[in-house]
T-cell receptor, first 113, second 116 residues
Framework: KNQVEQSPQSLIILEGKNCTLQCNYTVSPFSNLRWYKQDTGRGPVSLTIMTFSENTKSNGRYTATLDADTKQSSLHITASQLSDSASYICVVSANTGRRALTFGSGTRLQVQP | GAGVSQSPSNKVTEKGKDVELRCDPISGHTALYWYRQSLGQGLEFLIYFQGNSAPDKSGLPSDRFSAERTGGSVSTLTIQRTQQEDSAVYLC??????????????FGPGTRLTVL
């Protein structure tokens, strides 16, 4: 069964600090992995998309890594800001069709002043 | 340009009633998705529309759920005889459907459905 596990479930950090969120998946055959940011009461917003051949991708202060061999990904947030407070969702697509997306339950990040 | 919009933003209904949720995708986006997000859960795929192709309905949880997309643009998700377990946030997303690379899905703000 295709699964996406994220850790930690929740995280509190001080403004200006860095943090790393983890995503482990069992989706196969792997097509791509996406990280989304979801503010409370809003729809998810895409941060990065990585295919099998990509092992790192950055979007401003967000850097995602992918290890397709160990089926792990991480999202590193540098110099956190209060506006980074949100849920971060890892989504893995299987190479079996466009609908085949498996969503993680997300990591709830709270950045405190 | 405008993003994906959904209406209503909140809907409270009584068990057994029918509800209709609306999604206006980004203009020009040929792909449209409906998802459901229950409290504390990950997103659950419901249905996918791509151009004029037959929709992929494999995620619909029961025959009480249906969706249509008129003119390749606006979509309506209908839930008949609502049950309390239908309470969730219903999210719509649209994208440009590439054939050789993954597409970025743009999500709407969602409709929070509460069935009493």
């Amino acid at each position: 069964k295709n699964q996406v596990e994220q850790s930690p479930q929740s995280l509190i950090i001080l403004e200006g600090k860095n943090c790393t969120l983890q995503c482990n998946y069992t989706v196969s055959p792997f097509s791509n992995l996406r990280w989304y940011k979801q503010d409370t009461g809003r729809g998810p917003v895409s941060l990065t998309i990585m295919t099998f051949s990509e092992n790192t991708k950055s979007n401003g202060r967000y850097t995602a890594t992918l290890d397709a061999d160990t089926k792990q990904s991480s999202l590193h947030i540098t110099a956190s800001q209060l506006s980074d407070s949100a849920s971060y969702i890892c989504v893995v697509s299987a190479n079996t069709g466009r609908r085949a997306l498996t969503f993680g339950s997300g990591t709830r990040l709270q950045v405190q002043p | 340009g405008a993003g994906v919009s959904q209406s209503p933003s909140n809907k409270v209904t009584e068990k057994g009633k029918d509800v209709e949720l609306r999604c206006d995708p980004i203009s020009g986006h040929t792909a449209l998705y409906w998802y459901r997000q229950s409290l504390g859960q990950g997103l659950e795929f419901l249905i996918y529309f791509q151009g004029n192709s037959a929709p992929d309905k494999s995620g619909l949880p029961s025959d009480r759920f249906s969706a249509e997309r008129t003119g390749g643009s606006v979509s309506t998700l209908t839930i008949q005889r609502t049950q309390q377990e239908d309470s969730a946030v219903y999210l719509c997303a649209s994208s440009l459907a590439y054939t050789n690379r993954p597409d970025t899905q743009y999500f709407g703000p969602g409709t929070r459905l509460t069935v009493l």
